[in-house]
């Protein structure tokens, strides 16, 4: 996804904040991975594939498609029937921002002046491949252990999608479960992140302790604070 050098529809290195996408693009038409791309299909390629690592939520959305392709079934519908369910992610889900379950949080936005805003109109209205689920702390736990438990991948899967796959800073490896922090060969932590406009998520998971920490903010911020306190508690560094 990453190496594939395709253009990504929100380039982090030009590109400040993910809000000024929607100021005159209607984020109420955003519904499914298809609406995503006219805002990239004809752009020239970044890069050779498989030359560079970069970051890029174009790719996801292209995986997306070809899960839509081979499963014929909406994204959405098959995360939470294969994934969702299979975990136990009971209280998770793509939801819309228009027809959100009850006891959903609200995300904010802090405003220059300090006030705060939702962030209703700053987000497509429903997440799709390169993000936006709505999840919670305890399911989101629920899924390493249904990972581990052999529930949602065969053996050989999960030892595929656990390994690294590609080296980004010293230390760091990125591989399908997301970023990895490593001590030559092993695997000492897992770290998943997501940062949209109003909310901000922070997870690591210990393999060896088996211990897996989740943060969810509905404010654009303060999870990794608030998940490296937890680390330094738990596991008294």
């Not at 497509?124 to 581990?148: C, H, I, N, Q």
């Not at 490896?173 to 990895?180: N, R, T, V």
Request: aromatic share 14%.
């Amino acid at each position: 996804i990453h190496m594939a050098g395709v253009p990504d529809y929100f380039d982090e290195d030009e590109m400040d904040d993910y809000e000024d996408l929607w100021q005159e693009r209607p984020m109420y038409k955003m519904r499914s991975p298809k609406d995503f791309l006219p805002m990239f299909q004809y752009e020239q390629m970044e890069d050779a594939p498989g030359s560079s690592f970069k970051y890029n939520n174009a790719g996801y959305i292209i995986l997306g498609l070809v899960i839509e392709h081979i499963s014929g079934m909406a994204f959405a519908d098959y995360i939470e029937q294969n994934i969702f369910q299979k975990a136990g992610m009971l209280a998770s889900g793509y939801f819309s921002a228009d027809a959100l379950p009850a006891n959903t949080a609200t995300g904010y936005i802090e405003k220059s002046n300090g006030s705060l805003k939702t962030n209703i109109f700053s987000l497509p209205v429903k997440g799709g491949p390169d993000g936006g689920a709505y999840v919670t702390a305890e399911d989101f736990s629920l899924l390493w252990k249904a990972l581990r438990d052999g529930r949602i991948l065969s053996d050989e899967m999960k030892r595929e999608f656990l390994k690294p796959q590609v080296n980004v800073a010293e230390d760091i490896q990125y591989g399908y479960a997301g970023y990895m922090e490593t001590s030559g060969e092993d695997v000492v932590k897992y770290i998943q992140m997501g940062y949209d406009p109003g909310v901000n998520f922070r997870a690591v998971h210990y393999p060896y302790q088996d211990y897996t920490i989740v943060v969810c903010s509905n404010k654009s911020d303060d999870a990794y604070e608030m998940l490296k306190e937890a680390e330094s508690l738990i596991l008294d560094e």
